[in-house]
């Protein structure tokens, strides 16, 4: 057999059927994929257009210039007539501790002195006789009372007593949350905390801060055990009053 027909052989059969069948299904697939991009390509452009929402029809603004509105109307009502006067009625008679004095020394116009049912309505000066139940005309009844709040002491403050602010340490104890960082740490430490305690007893809120610690991780489960712990209240003259006291409080694992 020669070498051309050899040659021959090799090119009808084998890999180059192969590689001819790949190419042809290659440009085939290639085809098929562009169709379907071209196609998806045309729906989403049709989807656009159709679901494209329409434009709303609003009403037209009219546009007005101030010289162009009508006058105001006018009210020619008559204002309406005052209050009448307030009509006080109250005792004739006078509030006041009686002095005896001589017949001749007793003025003409002197009432009589108010009794006992008369004194929280009648005046220094007496009413003008028309008693129906009221205050006398000269009684100031609707003047404010100005009441003076007590001035709360600062923190800072000292104040002497005659028994200062207890905690109860039971409550204290229990109110104590070991923080879980400084547990698992194995750290202890202590907190000293200042606290402005009311005549109930109670911590004053917002009126608390620490004065000394020895780990900052202490510091708000100290805080915490303190606000919710109630003390004695300090006493002064015999009442209780408002005193800023100084706590400690010690963390140890046990």
Do not use: C, H, W
Not at 16 to 37: C, G, H, P, Q
Not at 63 to 69: P, Q
Not at 171 to 198: S, W
């Amino acid at each position: 057999m020669s070498t051309a027909s050899i040659a021959l052989t090799a090119k009808s059969y084998g890999a180059f059927e192969m590689k001819e069948y790949i190419r042809k299904s290659t440009v085939k697939a290639t085809i098929i994929t562009m169709s379907i991009l071209l196609l998806l390509l045309l729906i989403y452009v049709v989807v656009k257009v159709v679901a494209k929402p329409s434009l709303k029809i609003v009403a037209p603004i009219t546009k007005m210039k101030l010289e162009n509105l009508p006058p105001p109307p006018v009210d020619n009502a008559p204002p309406p007539p005052p209050p009448p006067p307030e009509v006080y009625t109250g005792p004739a008679a006078r509030a006041g501790t009686p002095v005896p004095v001589p017949d001749a020394e007793i003025a003409p116009d002197v009432k009589d002195f108010a009794k006992n049912d008369e004194v929280a309505r009648a005046s220094a000066e007496g009413g003008d006789g028309q008693d129906f139940g009221g205050f006398a005309s000269n009684v100031k009844v609707d003047q404010p009372i100005n009441v003076k709040k007590e001035a709360e002491p600062s923190l800072d403050d000292f104040i002497a007593t005659e028994k200062d602010p207890e905690p109860n340490y039971a409550q204290l104890q229990k109110n104590i949350v070991y923080p879980e960082m400084a547990r698992r740490a194995g750290l202890e430490g202590k907190v000293i905390i200042r606290v402005l305690v009311g005549k109930d007893g109670k911590p004053k809120p917002g009126k608390v801060r620490v004065e000394d610690s020895t780990n900052e991780l202490f510091n708000q489960a100290a805080l915490d055990a303190i606000m919710k712990t109630s003390f004695t209240p300090a006493i002064q003259n015999g009442q209780p009053i408002e005193v800023p006291v100084t706590v400690p409080i010690v963390f140890r694992l046990r």
